[in-house]
């Protein structure tokens, strides 16, 4: 049976603005204040899904979240009609009501943690939503992923779907973009590769000191129990801490694996050796062959790999076994990481080609081309179970692109975020959205 690896990206919400909420992310906390461009972030993220498609991958949409949260807002004691809500919130706390608007869902590597059926005990995908706990305006989001994730994979024979992890810092989950899968082929046994930045209750781990390591070791572990992993399975690895406070607040910020191979930066991981030959060994053992590409130091700092997203790319191979490197348009800005990556493609490894795409208005929030997907590895049978609403297609792609021509605005600064009348615009938006892509009832809005 055939088996595919899914990119389901992130939609970009009406509310895309720069609110610089994300402490220990370079590019997010340095163009905080500037004005965004919703109508064009989203249109940029379209474009590159039809450009995927048009290249012959299978290819998925995952809807925004409803901004501003106006029930988030009330938890935290903000009163009235909702519009009395989003005043009130502009005049006594202007950072939560900021914090309720963050169009952060658009960086769908942070929903979920993915397990395909050949990798689980029972034989079906796994899906358990991130808590993001590490960041309010994140924690907010995990309910309503939740739903659209049901929505999109309902067939209860062929998905399983968790609740997010407890909330506390001890249990900090933030998703796919620390984890990723190693296989000789996607409908085939592989091996899950989990990377945490901390451990929440052993103090003999290292730890960064300048920024917070928002995945622990024990939030990993427990969502390879909940997914019924197998020991020999799984592979646990720590990031290097130092690296954390340079700004790679994530593992996909220095990291990126596909299909036999690893791409990282050498300063990537702690204990490397040992990390690579439990992968070599363990995927030996299900018949692939590990490879791994290191990217020295000297040639590209980790300076360099952060502000160009060389690792927030899509690794993607191709029918015919070589491999694609999606890279935004900062990589070929940076002198030294466009000099690496023509030699990476010229020599006689598994990359073979490298695409650039304008990803202007995801990039000056902190988000690559990695971040605005979900990977989810399907068989052919568990595909056609997908909601097909959600499954881009030509046609799909001309709906929503005059969707977002006609909902968004083409201009957000943060004083916008006061108008209540953006609440409006969001919900009139999405009520049409979730018809577009069958997607049912899924947000507060449509529920209470």
Not at 203 to 210: C, G, L, N, V
Request: proline content about 5%; aromatic content about 8%.
């Amino acid at each position: 049976m055939k088996s595919f690896e899914v990119n389901f990206d992130g939609l970009v919400g009406p509310t895309h603005n720069y609110g610089g909420l994300s402490f220990g992310n370079v590019a997010s906390q340095s163009n905080s204040q500037q004005a965004s461009n919703p109508k064009e972030a989203a249109l940029q993220g379209l474009e590159k899904m039809k450009a995927l498609m048009d290249m012959g991958f299978v290819q998925g949409v995952l809807a925004p979240q409803e901004r501003p949260d106006v029930g988030a807002l009330r938890s935290l004691g903000f009163a009235g009609t909702d519009a009395q809500v989003i005043e009130r919130a502009a005049k006594e706390a202007m950072p939560l009501l900021v914090a309720s608007c963050s169009a952060s869902s658009m960086w769908v590597a942070n929903a979920a943690t993915v397990s395909p059926s050949a990798d689980t005990a029972d034989g079906r995908v796994h899906f358990t939503a991130a808590n993001l706990n590490c960041k309010f305006h994140r924690s907010i989001e995990h309910p309503t992923t939740s739903r659209v994730l049901g929505a999109m994979f309902a067939d209860q024979q062929h998905f399983a779907h968790h609740a997010a992890l407890p909330a506390v810092a001890q249990f900090g989950d933030e998703g796919a973009a620390n984890h990723t899968r190693f296989c000789r082929d996607y409908g085939e046994a592989g091996v899950e590769f989990f990377v945490y930045g901390r451990s929440a209750f052993d103090s003999r781990y290292p730890a960064p000191q300048k920024y917070p390591a928002r995945q622990t070791l024990e939030a990993s572990q427990a969502v390879a129990r909940l997914h019924g992993l197998s020991e020999e399975g799984v592979v646990f690895a720590q990031q290097n801490p130092s690296v954390i406070d340079q700004g790679v607040f994530h593992n996909d910020v220095i990291a990126v694996g596909n299909g036999e191979l690893l791409f990282h930066h050498q300063d990537a991981f702690l204990n490397t050796e040992a990390m690579l030959d439990e992968l070599r060994r363990k995927l030996a053992a299900r018949g692939a062959q590990f490879q791994s590409i290191s990217v020295p130091r000297d040639q590209v700092a980790v300076e360099d790999a952060v502000r160009s997203y060389l690792f927030n790319s899509q690794l993607l191979s191709r029918a015919d076994g070589s491999m694609l490197l999606i890279v935004p348009e900062e990589c070929r800005a940076n002198p030294r990481v466009w000099q690496y990556l023509q030699g990476l493609t010229s020599a006689s490894g598994p990359i073979r080609e490298v695409k650039v795409f304008d990803l202007k208005q995801s990039m000056q929030n902190g988000g690559g081309p990695a971040c605005l997907r979900l990977r989810v590895a399907l068989n052919e049978t568990e595909l056609a179970a997908v909601n097909p609403g959600v499954i881009m297609t030509a046609p799909l792609y001309d709906t929503l692109t005059g969707w977002v021509n006609k909902h968004y605005r083409d201009a957000l600064r943060e004083s916008d975020l006061a108008d209540p009348q953006l609440l409006l615009e969001c919900r009139t938006a999405l009520d049409e959205l979730t018809q577009i892509l069958k997607l049912g009832s899924v947000y507060p809005f449509q529920i209470n």
